[in-house]
């Protein structure tokens, strides 16, 4: 990863924290996990430990438990120092996602909470990946200005970020040192496989990219604005609302990118089209597969019948079923 990235500072983050994060990244250029003249956590310590410290002092007792550290006297710097950087990313997450579905009623200060502990979770999540600017990945014979990180197709690790993390799975069988680690595709979605034929995976997901990335970005769009019933801004109520409608059930995060990837690339293999989407937020609405099928237009723009409604419904997978939720009490 290149050090030039910029650590992404939520929307609603308590303004002092998002202060602190735009100097720090004004002085983390020589600053890195691995370096010992400059360990990033020490800028951290410097920087970013005072601004959580007096965020920490405006919040309620209920929301201690979700912020690390917070009322133990032990501070954000101190809990890397313990755990490490991937640690703590693993950790902040599951503590966002205990906030989120506990306590959670998106209220202006929570979603202020909500906000912040994204932003820092961003600002661990990049200093993981900092490198030092002469470093080099694992292997002399690997270039490390290479990209590394998500496949363009999914949310699993490229094969070179893979390898470059010290797992030997891209280089099994290997032995005389002939393959070429992608920097674009994971083990799954690699073009070609050992044998030298071509991937089928590679060829479907290549084919329906543009879809992909369309539902990712609703995705992330949703993601975060959860509390809007037409964040995925897709251009149509129904589809807008089945968005809406599923995140209430979910506890991710947009910290949590390879999860999101991984969410659209299954919307897209099991064709999850707007038309089933709106199905969906019909059948949620109380309406028979009869009414469903009155109120959409099929392909040829006329009305579907009730066996084309039960048979698309059939073929979605459970986890994009929608269900009635209680509405919650605010406390």
Request: one cysteine or more; glycine letters at 6%; a positive charge.
């Amino acid at each position: 990863m290149k050090n030039n990235k910029t650590i992404s500072i939520w929307e609603s983050c308590d303004p002092a924290v998002g202060v602190a994060i735009a100097q720090f990244q004004e002085r983390w250029r020589p600053y890195s996990a691995s370096s010992r003249r400059y360990p990033i956590v020490r800028l951290i310590e410097e920087i970013i430990d005072p601004a959580v410290a007096a965020y920490t002092e405006t919040l309620p007792y209920r929301y201690l438990g979700h912020l690390p550290g917070a009322g133990t006297g032990v501070s954000l710097s101190g809990i890397i120092r313990l755990v490490g950087l991937d640690a703590m990313v693993r950790v902040q997450r599951q503590l966002l996602h205990q906030f989120i579905k506990t306590v959670d009623r998106q209220t202006t200060r929570d979603q202020r909470f909500v906000a912040t502990l994204e932003t820092l979770i961003e600002l661990v999540q990049d200093c993981a990946c900092r490198r030092p600017a002469k470093s080099q990945v694992r292997t002399t014979r690997l270039n490390g200005e290479r990209r590394q990180g998500y496949c363009r197709f999914c949310g699993s690790l490229t094969e070179l970020a893979l390898y470059a993390e010290g797992n030997d799975t891209p280089k099994a069988n290997d032995p005389e040192d002939e393959l070429r680690l992608s920097s674009q595709y994971c083990l799954d979605h690699r073009p070609r496989l050992p044998s030298g034929a071509w991937n089928p995976a590679y060829r479907q997901a290549r084919r329906s990219v543009d879809q992909f990335d369309l539902e990712l970005a609703r995705l992330n769009r949703q993601c975060a604005k959860r509390s809007s019933a037409q964040a995925a801004a897709s251009g149509d109520e129904l589809v807008d609302g089945y968005f809406y409608e599923y995140f209430l059930g979910q506890t991710i995060q947009p910290a949590d990118k390879a999860e999101l990837r991984d969410l659209a690339r299954l919307m897209v293999d099991a064709n999850l089209s707007d038309a089933k989407k709106k199905m969906l937020m019909l059948q949620l609405s109380g309406l028979n597969q009869s009414e469903i099928a009155k109120r959409l237009l099929g392909s040829e723009q006329q009305p579907l019948t009730r066996q084309a409604v039960s048979k698309a419904l059939a073929s979605i997978p459970a986890i994009f079923h929608l269900k009635r939720r209680k509405k919650r009490i605010a406390r």
